[in-house]
């Protein structure tokens, strides 16, 4: 395919996740550093997988080993969110002190959707970067490949719509899964592994013949659904509640602000997150 057709494919799989990166979560250092650390952790998890997976290869080519092993790992990840879990609810008490400390605002409504955007990003990243931009480079030969069962579809164009579905899935799930959490609510956080489990199982479609021409659209769909729902409920959560702000103290400097823009020292203002680097 060459270079036109692997810059390509790598805008189409991965540019909505950059662009989320670079207008929500770039401008504040802590979210930065908050991505990073919740990356390494879900490459971890990942390679732990792949771990096990090795044990088990070769595997048949049949859709039940890979139903098996599909679900296994789905499993694997859902645990590994109670981790996440208990991060999140860790950094929101150490910034939440850090506000007090310094006087300033304590964590509002959309510092605490951020927090959680950063998790998520950090999960659909991972994915992508295990998933798809493992085996990118592949396109940037002369020929392409495509599957038997799906003549119609290239194998890396299928794989860079599959990713941008997923990325979106993991990247909204997570939102909405420490969101319900957070509320105690009970449906919403089986949601989010329910609909992960069944976007994996849905890439068995790929097995039957122009299964691509289904499992990609509703991989999309399945993604897209998700991604609006969360940013809906974010919406809705910091346009109907007020925003957290602490009384104004003498000697404080700073009044209402979030304690996330506090900490990252934005507009000049050195503020409570880059007195804490």
């Known amino acids: 395919m060459g270079a036109a057709g692997f810059f390509g494919l790598l805008l189409l799989g991965c540019s909505p996740l950059a662009t989320v990166f670079v207008l929500c979560i ?5 979210l930065v550093l908050l991505t990073l650390g919740s990356a390494f952790y879900w490459l971890v998890t990942l390679f732990v997988i792949s771990s096990i997976f090795r044990a088990w290869a070769p595997l048949q080519p049949s859709p039940g080993v890979y139903a098996a092993l599909l679900l296994v790992a789905v499993l694997i990840q859902e645990l590994a969110r109670v981790g996440i879990w208990r991060f999140h609810r860790l950094s929101m008490r150490v910034l939440n002190r850090i506000a007090q400390e310094q006087h300033d605002a304590p964590l509002s409504v959309a510092d605490r959707f ?3 955007l ?3 990003f950090s999960h659909g990243a991972v994915h992508s970067a295990f998933f798809f931009l493992a085996w990118l480079p592949l396109s940037l030969d002369s020929g392409t490949i495509y599957a038997p069962t799906c003549p ?3 194998y890396f164009l299928v794989g860079a719509l599959s990713t941008l579905g997923f990325a979106a899935l993991l990247t909204g799930s997570m939102v909405l899964w420490l969101d319900a959490l957070e509320r105690r609510t009970l ?3 089986l949601a989010a592994p329910a609909a992960h489990a069944a976007a994996a199982l849905l890439t068995l479609v790929n097995f039957a013949d122009g299964g691509c021409l289904v499992s990609v659209p509703l991989l999309l769909a399945g993604g897209a659904g998700v991604a609006a729902a969360a940013g809906r409920l974010w919406w809705h959560s910091t346009t109907s509640v ?3 702000a602490a009384p104004r103290q003498p000697g404080s400097a700073r009044g209402s602000a979030g304690a996330i823009d506090g900490l990252s020292g934005g507009d000049g203002d050195d503020g409570v997150l880059g007195r804490a680097r």
């Open 26 to 30: 770039s401008r504040k250092s802590f």
């Open 152 to 154: 119609r579809l290239s």
């Open 114 to 116: 951020s927090l959680a």
């Open 118 to 120: 950063a998790h998520g």
């Open 187 to 189: 449906r919403p956080a």
């Open 242 to 244: 007020p925003r957290t």
